[in-house]
Structure formats: structure tokens, C-alpha cells
């Protein structure tokens, strides 16, 4: 069944929760839809896992659309979220449904998710307005890393808390269909996710909210660079990697790699 903004909402209005995963290009969508995810996010993350960046900031739309085409390419019946990149939606409303609606014409995402709270609002806005879906996205912003002083867990002090559930009750009534809150403390994921009708899509903050969203190469075990708290790894595909390159080495240069069943006569 091809999931869409509406079973979304049914999801959580069943309580069913609602599982995502980044990918950022055919093989990987084409695994991770066939092993039934709900959504793929095309995320920024990309800058990171894909890039080698030590930050989200320098992704560019252009490089979001790029893996996006992949990504809708390999996909089956996930719901494809487009990641707007840092200052593809800042200046300006016009800018923002300019750059969210590449997102969907050239790349093919079916909705776009946007940082930040009454700080965007206005671009949050023109963007539906447009027709085009947005998840909202509060708490570590990792595109406010400087902002921040660090990719450091918000809400942790009463004011940061009552603004990032402002922010959420505020995008709600601006038509979000859903929000990912990502590194807040759990109760406050908790509340948010009770005092909203749509829902909440955690990622380090815990297990009340209505879904949760991991960076591929976190869980599969692929990205070393550093390991949050909150990623589980449900793989080691470093180990397996690494050993089947050694041991394609290894074949190659004692003679045993290609054998007879590997070769055109
Ligand atoms: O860019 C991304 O992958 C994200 C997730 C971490 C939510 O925004």
C-alpha cells in the first residue's frame, strides 16, 4: 500500500507507529522499501554521511534534488520527504516555495522537511500554501549547529522547553502534517507528542513519540565518524565490508579470484 500524508495521520489516530529512515540513493532506497518502511527521508545528512562534511550547512538544493531523483527512482510505496538544505528556504517565503517546489517538480519528493518554528513560519506557510506537505522539524536543529554552540540536546531548561512546545503547537495550526523532534529530553518529546493532533517523529527523544527516524548509515553500522546515544546499530556493515574487501584483495592476488565459474569461455 503506497503510504501518503494521510496515513500519517491514521497511523498515529491508530496509534500504529510510524517508522523512516534516511537513503540518498537507488540501491539503498530499493532495500529499505522492499523491508517496508513507511517514509524515506532524503535528509541533509547527506553532507555528512555522503559528503564527508563536518556539518549539514554546506548542502546545497541542487545536491538534495540530485539524490532525491535517486532515491524516487529505487522507491516502491514509501513516502518521500525532500530535506530543504540550510538557506534554501531562510531568505524569503518566495525562496522557499521556490526551492521546495524543485524539490517535488525536479526531484520528485512528496513533501519537504523544514527547520525551525516561529522563526520560518512564514516560509512554513507559503510552502503549504503551494500544495507542498512539510514536516516541521524542532529541537537540535543540526542546521542551527553554530547557532547552538554544538549539536547539543535542547529543551533541557524550562524556557527552551515551553518555546520548542510552542514551536510545535504553532506549526501544527500552521498545517504541518507531521514534526520530528530530534535531541530533547524524552518527558518533553512526550508531551508534545500528547498535546499534538499530528504526529511526532523522534530521533533521540525517546519512545513516546508516534514514530522514529534514524540515519541509514547510523543503524546499519556504516558511519563511524561518531555514534550519538541515541542510534542503535542493528548492523555491523563496517565489519562486514571491511572483511569482504580484504578477502576480495586476498582472492586477487593469490590467483584465486576469478575462478572457473566467474569466466566467459
Ligand atoms: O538530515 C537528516 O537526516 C535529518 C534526520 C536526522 C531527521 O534531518
Known amino acids: ?37 513507511d517514509s524515506i527521508l532524503v535528509g541533509d545528512s547527506l553532507g555528512m554521511v555522503m559528503q564527508g562534511q563536518s556539518s549539514t550547512l554546506p548542502v546545497t538544493i541542487d545536491e538534495v534534488i540530485y539524490h532525491t531523483k535517486m532515491v524516487v527512482r529505487g522507491n516502491k510505496n514509501a513516502l518521500i520527504v525532500g530535506d530543504m538544505p540550510f538557506l534554501s528556504y531562510h531568505i524569503s517565503a518566495e525562496d522557499a516555495v521556490r526551492n521546495a517546489g524543485r524539490l517535488v517538480k525536479e526531484g520528485g519528493a512528496e513533501a519537504v522537511k523544514m527547520e525551525g518554528g ?79 493532533t499530528i504526529p511526532t517523529i523522534g530521533i533521540g527523544a525517546g519512545k513516546y513519540c508516534d514514530g522514529q527516524v534514524l540515519v541509514i548509515n547510523d543503524m546499519l553500522g556504516m558511519f563511524n565518524d561518531f555514534v550519538p546515544k541515541f542510534v542503535k546499530r542493528y548492523a555491523d556493515l563496517n565489519t562486514i565490508i571491511t572483511d569482504a574487501v580484504q578477502n576480495y584483495i586476498q582472492e586477487v592476488q593469490n590467483g584465486n579470484f576469478p575462478a572457473e565459474e566467474h569466466t566467459y569461455k
Open 1 to 37: 500500500m503506497k503510504i501518503t500524508v494521510k496515513s500519517f495521520q491514521k497511523f498515529k489516530d491508530e496509534g500504529r507507529k510510524i517508522t523512516m529512515l534516511t537513503a540518498y540513493d537507488y540501491s539503498m532506497a530499493k532495500l529499505v522499501t522492499s523491508a517496508g518502511v
Open 118 to 196: 516561529s522563526n520560518i513560519i512564514n516560509q512554513v506557510k507559503a510552502v503549504i500554501d503551494a500544495q507542498i506537505p512539510v514536516v516541521g522539524h524542532l529541537g537540535l536543529t543540526p542546521q542551527s549547529v553554530n547557532a547552538f554552540g554544538g549539536f547539543k540536546v535542547q529543551g533541557r531548561d524550562e524556557e527552551n522547553a515551553k518555546r520548542i512546545l510552542e514551536d510545535a503547537l504553532l506549526l501544527e495550526k500552521a498545517g504541518v502534517f507531521a514534526i520530528t523532534l530530534e535531541g530533547i529530553p524524552e518527558p518533553l518529546a512526550k508531551e508534545i507528542s500528547e498535546k499534538l
